[in-house]
């Protein structure tokens, strides 16, 4: 781990919601020197708090910071994962792909192998940044700051991925269009949103209905 001091709290909480199905984590993040700078560091640790029955299997592939005042160029990060340095199994994300409800700039990580190397139920994740050059301001981080997190491991018969977005500061989900847990089989996880048809399946409904309407009619020029 790259060696740091002097650690300043930016945010620290925890929440669970998402798309798909609930994700819960808790985080915590800081400006650190590393290296022998001064404040280039942002220290991210987050704990992966475990699936629901609709994602038994939950393993954070994609985690990213949003809501930043600035636009940070990060240079390099570092991963560790229960103390084992597990870098090499994540990539760099200087704009996170995939939360279109992220908000400002964003930066983050993304598994290069999917659900291995992924940050598993119960573990904890510490996941450093590090500036080429210049510092982390803190006030840039508030009062927007969200964390994102995208899950992979969805029961048999269910999404197999998940997403959220939550506020850092306070835990709360991020709301927008499709945010809401939806229910699927097996069932259990107890979904609270509805399932927004794509528009491939109004398609489909459509035609199902002028289908049955012509047999309808069909019926009645017989009688």
Not at 31 to 58: C, D, E, M, R
């Amino acid at each position: 781990m790259a060696a740091s001091s002097a650690q300043a709290q930016v945010f620290a909480e925890d929440g669970c919601g998402g798309y798909s199905f609930t994700i819960c984590a808790t985080w915590s993040a800081s400006i650190v020197s590393v290296n022998g700078g001064t404040n280039n560091g942002f220290q991210l640790t987050i704990t992966n708090n475990g699936g629901t029955a609709l994602n038994p299997s939950s393993a954070f592939t994609q985690i990213g910071i949003g809501g930043v005042e600035t636009t940070y160029n990060i240079s390099s990060f570092t991963a560790f994962i229960g103390g084992s340095n597990v870098t090499t199994n994540w990539t760099l994300a200087q704009e996170v792909n995939g939360f279109n409800t992220l908000t400002e700039d964003s930066f983050g990580v993304d598994t290069q192998n999917g659900i291995n190397g992924a940050l598993l139920s119960g573990q904890t994740g510490i996941f450093t940044f590090i500036l080429g050059s210049g510092s982390f301001v803190a006030a840039d981080f508030q009062p927007d700051a969200q964390i994102a997190i995208h899950d992979q491991g969805g029961a048999a018969g269910c999404p197999s991925s998940g997403k959220a977005v939550f506020d850092a500061s306070d835990g709360t989900l991020v709301t927008g269009t499709g945010f809401s847990n939806v229910t699927c089989p097996p069932g259990g996880g107890g979904g609270t949103g509805n399932v927004v048809p794509e528009p491939s399946t109004y398609v489909l409904l459509g035609s199902g209905l002028l289908g049955i309407l012509g047999v309808a009619a069909r019926r009645r020029r017989q009688v």
